[in-house]
């Protein structure tokens, strides 16, 4: 009997197709998965510089304006005593119907608000969003899922 050396061609041929074919199943997913993470971080994110913007408004006793960006840029502008900035990250963007800004007063409340501020977060591939409600006296009311 010969002493096997290693792989044949024909055995090295089929593993490397089963590895294509396992490749091609997964690649869909993993490229929905990066979609739900980047909303999902971008949702964390605005909730983040919301509450931050409002609890300096309220120690500095005065109004605090948060601009955000309605899709990724190569460069957020920087944040000053009085202005705070967010953007969506990936392939997520804000909503035309969702303000761009808000204004938190020195006692914590959204500056001339009569009802809820709501932003909408739209991943464009895969059509799921998420809006951020925040209330009158400034509190994040609740972060609904959805569609596009």
Not at 45 to 52: A, P, R, S, Y
Not at 105 to 112: I, S, Y
Not at 114 to 121: I, V
Request: hydrophobic share 40%; proline share 3%.
């Amino acid at each position: 009997m010969r002493k096997s050396q290693g792989f044949t061609l024909i055995e090295l041929m089929v593993t490397i197709a089963v590895l294509a074919i396992v490749a091609m199943i997964a690649a869909p997913s993993f490229g929905n998965m990066l979609t739900q993470q980047n909303l999902k971080k971008s949702t964390n994110e605005l909730i983040g510089v919301l509450n931050q913007a409002r609890a300096k408004a309220v120690v500095e006793r005065r109004n605090i304006d948060v601009e955000l960006l309605a899709v990724e840029s190569t460069s957020l502008p920087e944040n000053t005593d009085e202005q705070m900035n967010w953007m969506p990250y990936g392939s997520v963007h804000l909503l035309v119907s969702s303000p761009t800004s808000i204004r938190y007063g020195f006692h914590g409340g959204v500056v001339g608000a009569t009802a809820d501020t709501s932003f909408t977060l739209c991943a464009e591939s895969g059509g799921k969003s998420q809006t951020v409600s925040v209330s009158k006296m400034g509190t994040i009311q609740q972060v609904v899922e959805g569609t596009c």
